[in-house]
């Protein structure tokens, strides 16, 4: 079954955009809108992280041929890659909370406050806002699942690329 699935590159691009637009409705339209949880500086480069990889697969999926699934789909592996990064930090984090849990500025007072160069490290150090666990589901928390999803979104694009034909010329069904 698996086969016949990653025998299809346009359908595999397009269900991980289907996904990822899921997630992020559920993120922002129930756990934001509904249930009031504000996201952290981390959860928003998450949030970035999950619309450029929706973005790339659609792209993928929209592509016409092997070229275009290599290229968005290495794409998309990079910023999945980057997103599973930044949710695997903030699971640490949340793990080994800081001493001193201090609320820090947000994403963007933290950009429009210190130059780029500054700002980006001060996003990877967390603050206490990063490490607290205001919703979990089955006993994991949303930046695990985040991390979760993100390495599926990796594998799953990785094992496609894998079954494409070599650069020959061969004919894939769409």
Known sequence: ???SLFAHPRRVFGA?????AGMLAFGILYLQNVVGLEPCPMCI????????????AALAA??????????WGIL???????????AARQSWLQWNPPEFATCGR???GMIESFPLQRAIPMIFKGAGDCSAVDWSFLGLTIANWSFVWFVI????ILVTLLKLP?????VMPA
């Not at 480069?45 to 790339?56: D, W």
């Not at 070599?166 to 061969?170: E, H």
């Open 1 to 3: 079954m698996l086969d």
């Open 16 to 20: 991980i955009a289907l996904i990822c």
């Open 45 to 56: 480069v998450q949030r970035y992280a999950l619309i450029i990889v929706g973005v790339f």
């Open 62 to 71: 929209f592509s016409k041929g092997p070229a275009g699934w290599r290229l």
């Open 76 to 86: 998309g592996v990079a910023m999945a890659a980057f997103g599973a990064f930044t």
């Open 106 to 108: 947000d994403l963007f």
């Open 153 to 156: 979104f990796m594998v799953t």
């Open 166 to 170: 070599a650069r020959r010329g061969g």
